[in-house]
C-alpha cells in the first residue's frame, strides 16, 4: 500500500485563494438566471481585482460570497455545475503542470503536492490497494454550511480535469461522498461524467490503478519541469515566511476555543513581560489589541455563516458575556449587526 499527501506546513494563518475562483463562481450564478452583482457588495475587492493574476482573496471573504450565492440560488448542486466550469488552464502554474506530466500519476501526484497554493484549507491524501488507486479529500479548518459544495466542486472538478487531460471520459472512476444522497443529485446524476456513491465514509475519488499510466494529450517534459519549478517557487513565497511575533502571538489566538487572553497572560505564555511584548509588536508595527480584534472578528463571522449557533452562543465564545457588548463591537468590526450579517 502506498499513500501521501500534501507536504506538511507550520501552522500558520492561512493564505488566500486566487482571485479568479471567486470570479468564476460569480459567473457561475449569472449563467444560471441569478443577479450576482450583490455577492460582491462590500467586499474589499470588485471585479477588475479579482481579474488581476497577482489576487488572492482571504479565505473568510471567499467563503462569504459561496455564503451569498448559496442562498440566493440554494444548493441544487452548485458544486457539481462549478467543477464543470473549471478548466485546467484557470489553475495557473499547477494547471500547466498537469497538462505537460507524462502521466496521469505523475498530475495527480502535482496536484496532491501543490493543492495548498490553490485551496489551502484543503489537502489530497493519496494510499494504493489492490490496484485501486484511492485520492481521499480533507479538510484542514471547519467549512460549515460549504462542505458539501467544496466537496462536491473539488471532487468532481478532479475528474473533470482528467478528462481535460486526455480528452475523451475517464472509465472505471467513482467519486465517494459522506452523509445522504441529496435531493438534486437524481436529476443531475445522468450528466455527470462518473456516478456518485453516498453514505461513504470518506469524500474521495477511486479509480483504476492501470488509468494513472496514460500520458495526457500535451505532455512535455521541458515544460512540465518548468511549471514544477513555478510551483515550488509559489508554495516558498506562500508559505516559507519567517513567522513574526506578531504570527506567533496569531496563532496563539487561533487556537484559544472561547475568547481571548489578555496583554499579561500572553505574555507570560511566550516568557516575555507585557512591556517587552508590547513593544516588539510594535516594532512590527503592529499592537495586541488589533490583533485580538482581527482574531475574533475572524471567529465570529464564521460561525455566525457556518453554524446555526445563537447570537447569544456565539457572543459567549467570542469572549462577551453581554450581547449587546457583542453587537456593539461586531458592528464596529464590520459595519453590521450579528443578525444583519447572516441573514445576507
Given at each position: 500500500m502506498k499513500s501521501g499527501q500534501s507536504p506538511a506546513r507550520r501552522r500558520q494563518t492561512l493564505p488566500g485563494i486566487p482571485g479568479i475562483y471567486v470570479l468564476l463562481f460569480c459567473d457561475l450564478l449569472r449563467e444560471l438566471g441569478y443577479d450576482e452583482s450583490r455577492l460582491l457588495d462590500g467586499m474589499p475587492f470588485d471585479r477588475a481585482r479579482l481579474l488581476q493574476p497577482d489576487c488572492r482573496v482571504q479565505i473568510e471573504h471567499g467563503a462569504r460570497v459561496v455564503q451569498r450565492g448559496l442562498l440566493v440560488a440554494g444548493h441544487e448542486g452548485l458544486g457539481f455545475r462549478y467543477a464543470s466550469a473549471l478548466k485546467v488552464t484557470l489553475h495557473g502554474s499547477l494547471g500547466l503542470l498537469a497538462l505537460s506530466s507524462?502521466?496521469?500519476?505523475?498530475?495527480?501526484?502535482?496536484?496532491?503536492?501543490?493543492?495548498?497554493?490553490?485551496?489551502?484549507?484543503?489537502?489530497?491524501?493519496?494510499?494504493?490497494?489492490?490496484?485501486?488507486?484511492?485520492?481521499?479529500?480533507?479538510?484542514?479548518?471547519?467549512?460549515?454550511?460549504?462542505?458539501?459544495?467544496?466537496?462536491?466542486?473539488?471532487?468532481?472538478?478532479?475528474?473533470?480535469?482528467?478528462?481535460?487531460?486526455?480528452?475523451?471520459?475517464?472509465?472505471?472512476?467513482?467519486?465517494?461522498?459522506?452523509?445522504?444522497?441529496?435531493?438534486?443529485?437524481?436529476?443531475?446524476?445522468?450528466?455527470?461524467?462518473?456516478?456518485?456513491?453516498?453514505?461513504?465514509?470518506?469524500?474521495?475519488?477511486?479509480?483504476?490503478?492501470?488509468?494513472?499510466?496514460?500520458?495526457?494529450?500535451?505532455?512535455?517534459?521541458?515544460?512540465?519541469?518548468?511549471?514544477?519549478?513555478?510551483?515550488?517557487?509559489?508554495?516558498?513565497?506562500?508559505?516559507?515566511?519567517?513567522?513574526?511575533?506578531?504570527?506567533?502571538?496569531?496563532?496563539?489566538?487561533?487556537?484559544?476555543?472561547?475568547?481571548?487572553?489578555?496583554?499579561?497572560?500572553?505574555?507570560?505564555?511566550?516568557?516575555?513581560?507585557?512591556?517587552?511584548?508590547?513593544?516588539?509588536?510594535?516594532?512590527e508595527g503592529q499592537n495586541y489589541r488589533d490583533i485580538v480584534d482581527e482574531v475574533l472578528r475572524e471567529r465570529a463571522t464564521r460561525l455566525l455563516v457556518e453554524t446555526d449557533l445563537p447570537v447569544s452562543e456565539i457572543a459567549f465564545r467570542v469572549g462577551y458575556n453581554d450581547v449587546s457588548n457583542f453587537a456593539r463591537a461586531f458592528k464596529r468590526w464590520t459595519g453590521q449587526t450579528p443578525r444583519d450579517y447572516r441573514r445576507e
Open positions: 507524462l502521466t496521469l500519476r505523475d498530475a495527480l501526484e502535482a496536484g496532491t503536492r501543490y493543492l495548498s497554493l490553490r485551496a489551502p484549507f484543503l489537502e489530497f491524501l493519496w494510499s494504493e490497494e489492490n490496484d485501486v488507486v484511492m485520492l481521499e479529500l480533507r479538510t484542514l479548518m471547519p467549512l460549515g454550511r460549504h462542505t458539501d459544495f467544496i466537496m462536491e466542486a473539488m471532487l468532481m472538478g478532479l475528474v473533470y480535469m482528467l478528462q481535460q487531460l486526455n480528452d475523451e471520459a475517464v472509465d472505471g472512476v467513482e467519486v465517494w461522498m459522506t452523509g445522504h444522497e441529496p435531493p438534486h443529485y437524481a436529476g443531475m446524476a445522468e450528466r455527470l461524467p462518473v456516478p456518485v456513491h453516498f453514505g461513504k465514509p470518506a469524500c474521495m475519488v477511486r479509480g483504476s490503478v492501470r488509468q494513472l499510466e496514460r500520458r495526457p494529450r500535451l505532455a512535455d517534459p521541458a515544460v512540465a519541469a518548468l511549471a514544477r519549478e513555478q510551483c515550488e517557487a509559489e508554495f516558498h513565497q506562500l508559505f516559507a515566511v519567517t513567522e513574526t511575533l506578531g504570527d506567533e502571538v496569531r496563532r496563539r489566538l487561533l487556537d484559544q476555543e472561547e475568547g481571548a487572553p489578555s496583554l499579561e497572560q500572553m505574555a507570560e505564555g511566550l516568557h516575555v513581560s507585557s512591556r517587552t511584548l508590547k513593544r516588539r509588536l510594535q516594532e
